[in-house]
């Protein structure tokens, strides 16, 4: 059983206090949206304030899941979620790194809002008090932490005292159960991390079922993330299974990618981690740590039905970011593309219209949203601080909502390799704005609904003209949100003149030096 890291009955001193304050306050509890609404309509089915599961893998790309089309894997329990709820097929990270990438989520802020990334800087306390935990645990929420934390909050370290269950660790965390202090318990049942957050789940919901109070769970597994160190007890499921090869597989198909993404680890790690000669090999242990998450999604959901709270509980499924195993000759995540930058995303809420359904939604959204998601789900308003925009609405008619367009950072890694890119539910556009004597600027343009595979850069394509001119618009008005909105600290400003298309590569001289870099306040 789980010890809650505040005492039981002062968490439910907090949570009746907020409730009888938003009763005064606001003349409603705690409740969702719908039944905000039957209150409204003269109806009274008021619900319950609904759980909320969300489960978080590491690197996980689409094609490592069956309902996307791959049918070389086994994932049966993220396809049940999907057939169950909703698909989104148009869903991105918008910084594709573990880092950031969580940043964006606690909070639903882009990442020079939330100044959180490898190479930058920690999260500052007044953007953490902004964050959905924080949030969701002020009005009467069991909140409850499981995994890698993956950041660090300055005068807070991990956070763990704003979780009433906690089970998560710093860095990369370990795949080896008995490494994680906080999982320690679990080590001898399931000496892989990726079972034992599934039994930390079942606890937690155990727990609030006994409390009879709401709450939020969010696990974030280690897997798949590299070095790859899949679960034994799962070695029989690929064994000596081949792998279909993506049809953009390999170098031969980078030749119309910017240089400058060829200057990052990424591209050599297309050899390095053995996708030229080894694909079946890696891609069989990728696939298998990612089988273990599918069983743990499966625990988890079965624990919901057997506590009698499945049908109040909403189950978010989703991943940091994405991979690339070989797709234009690259490895690992970072850069632009749709292998790295796309990722699943299943929602089932047991109140949606579409559930069973196998709806597919195809609006542009992203990791941004998550917090507002959650938020509106409790019956929040959503604070003007984030640039996100709740799902729920897609969960009720799939073609009304998300973003017409969004941004992508890179801003890790090599100086030469940071790129911004304007996403749209058609295209990708991306400025690579470093220049040297090797190369310059380059723009790439690609029609991702028509071309998936990014086999095709319409940049110089005079067809196209017209599409440029106004995904350099968009772009524009990305990079302007920037300007005004980037946190003074943590090296976020000088991006902006980095990222000008209309500053040329001499007059960027000056901020291509790190002493050109703010200091942290």
Request: glycine share 8%; aromatic share 12%; net charge negative.
């Amino acid at each position: 059983m789980l010890t809650p890291t505040l005492p039981r009955n002062a968490s439910m001193i907090r949570f009746l206090a907020l409730l009888l304050a938003t009763a005064i306050v606001c003349g409603t509890l705690c409740t969702p949206a719908s039944a905000q609404q039957d209150e409204q309509n003269g109806t009274n089915n008021a619900e319950a304030a609904p759980n909320i599961v969300f489960l978080f893998a590491d690197d996980q790309s689409t094609y490592s899941v069956g309902c996307y089309g791959n049918e070389d894997v086994l994932t049966p329990n993220m396809d049940q979620l999907a057939r169950d709820g909703v698909l989104f097929d148009k869903h991105y990270n918008t910084t594709a790194i573990c880092m950031a990438s969580r940043a964006n989520v606690f909070t639903g802020m882009y990442e020079y809002k939330t100044g959180c990334n490898f190479e930058h800087g920690n999260m500052h306390q007044d953007v953490w008090a902004k964050s959905y935990p924080v949030l969701l645990r002020d009005v009467g929420y069991l909140t409850a932490f499981a995994g890698k934390f993956g950041l660090v909050v300055d005068g807070k370290g991990l956070c763990e005292d704003d979780f009433d269950f906690w089970g998560g660790g710093p860095g990369q965390t370990s795949y080896a159960t008995a490494q994680n202090k906080s999982m320690r318990k679990y080590a001898k049942q399931y000496p892989h991390s990726t079972l034992s957050y599934a039994a930390f789940g079942k606890d937690v919901i155990r727990e609030a079922a006994k409390q009879d109070q709401p709450f939020c769970l969010s696990i974030s597994f280690k897997a798949p993330h590299k070095p790859a160190t899949p679960d034994p007890r799962f070695n029989h499921v690929y064994a000596g299974k081949q792998f279909t090869k993506p049809l953009n597989f390999g170098r031969e198909y980078s030749k119309h990618l910017a240089p400058q993404s060829k200057l990052g680890r990424q591209f050599p790690r297309f050899t390095e981690w053995h996708y030229d000669d080894d694909y079946d090999g890696e891609m069989a242990k990728y696939h298998q740590q990612v089988y273990a998450i599918d069983v743990a999604l499966g625990m988890i959901r079965d624990e919901l039905k057997a506590q009698g709270v499945a049908d109040n509980t909403v189950v978010i499924y989703t991943s940091d970011n994405g991979y690339i195993c070989g797709s234009h000759g690259y490895g690992s995540k970072v850069l632009p593309m749709e292998e790295s930058s796309r990722v699943p995303l299943m929602i089932y809420d047991p109140r949606s219209p579409l559930n069973g359904q196998q709806v597919r939604c195809k609006q542009l959204t992203g990791n941004l949203d998550f917090a507002p998601t959650m938020l509106e789900l409790a019956g929040l308003p959503i604070p003007s601080n984030m640039d996100g925009k709740s799902l729920l609405g897609l969960l009720q008619d799939p073609e009304d909502g998300g973003h017409e367009q969004m941004s992508f950072i890179n801003v890790f890694g090599p100086l030469s390799t940071h790129s911004l890119s304007c996403l749209t539910k058609q295209y990708r556009y991306t400025y690579w704005w470093y220049g040297d004597e090797r190369m310059e600027p380059f723009e790439e343009l690609f029609d991702t609904q028509n071309d998936p595979l990014e086999l095709v850069n319409l940049a110089n394509d005079p067809a196209s003209a017209d599409v440029l001119a106004a995904m350099r618009t968009r772009y524009d008005q990305e990079l302007a949100r920037w300007k005004s909105q980037a946190v003074e600290y943590n090296d976020y400003q000088r991006h902006s003149t980095l990222f000008d298309r209309n500053v040329s590569v001499q007059n960027k001289q000056p901020f291509m030096s790190k002493k050109a870099k703010r200091k942290k306040k």
